[in-house]
């Protein structure tokens, strides 16, 4: 079994999709093995996405993020990273495929709905920056 990290973004969690995303999650396989709902701030935010500081949408990114509530997770599948990613569609619903979730639930490239790791030196970076370990129950 693979741990990956997930975010369920500000403009999902205003549109009351955080069952409707649990729901795919579940239904394909992940098992939510920890959960907590948060308001990140700049800083915070600032510091989870630090691989991202140089580039030009890092200032939007980051401010949208912490823009509002977020729900956090750690999900848990047979290969978690590669399977959420394939589940969360490309980063840009426009391009993302029919079923994922970028594509049913993204405005746009901005405000798409969900984060995931992208490797397992990210997943266990960004699963360590929110949750201790007593959090997570496999």
């Known amino acids: 079994m693979e741990s990956t990290f997930a975010i369920i973004k500000p403009d999902a969690v205003e549109r009351n999709l955080i069952g409707k995303i649990l729901e795919r999650a579940e239904s394909s396989g992940f098992e939510v093995v920890a959960m907590k709902r948060a308001r990140l701030t700049t800083e915070v935010a600032e510091g989870f996405y630090y691989v991202h500081k140089e580039r030009p949408f890092f200032k939007d990114l980051t401010t949208f993020m912490a823009s509002g509530p977020v729900v956090l997770l750690v999900l ?5 990273i590669k399977k959420w990613r ?3 569609g490309a980063t840009n619903p426009k391009d993302a495929a029919e079923g994922t979730l970028r594509k049913d639930f ?8 969900v984060h995931g790791s992208d490797s397992a030196e990210n997943a266990a970076f960004e699963i360590s920056y929110f949750f201790s ?3 997570i129950v496999r």
């Open 86 to 88: 394939d589940l969360m």
């Open 133 to 135: 370990q007593t959090e």
């Open 106 to 113: 993204a405005l746009d490239i901005e405000r798409n709905s």
């Open 76 to 80: 848990q599948a047979e290969n978690a």
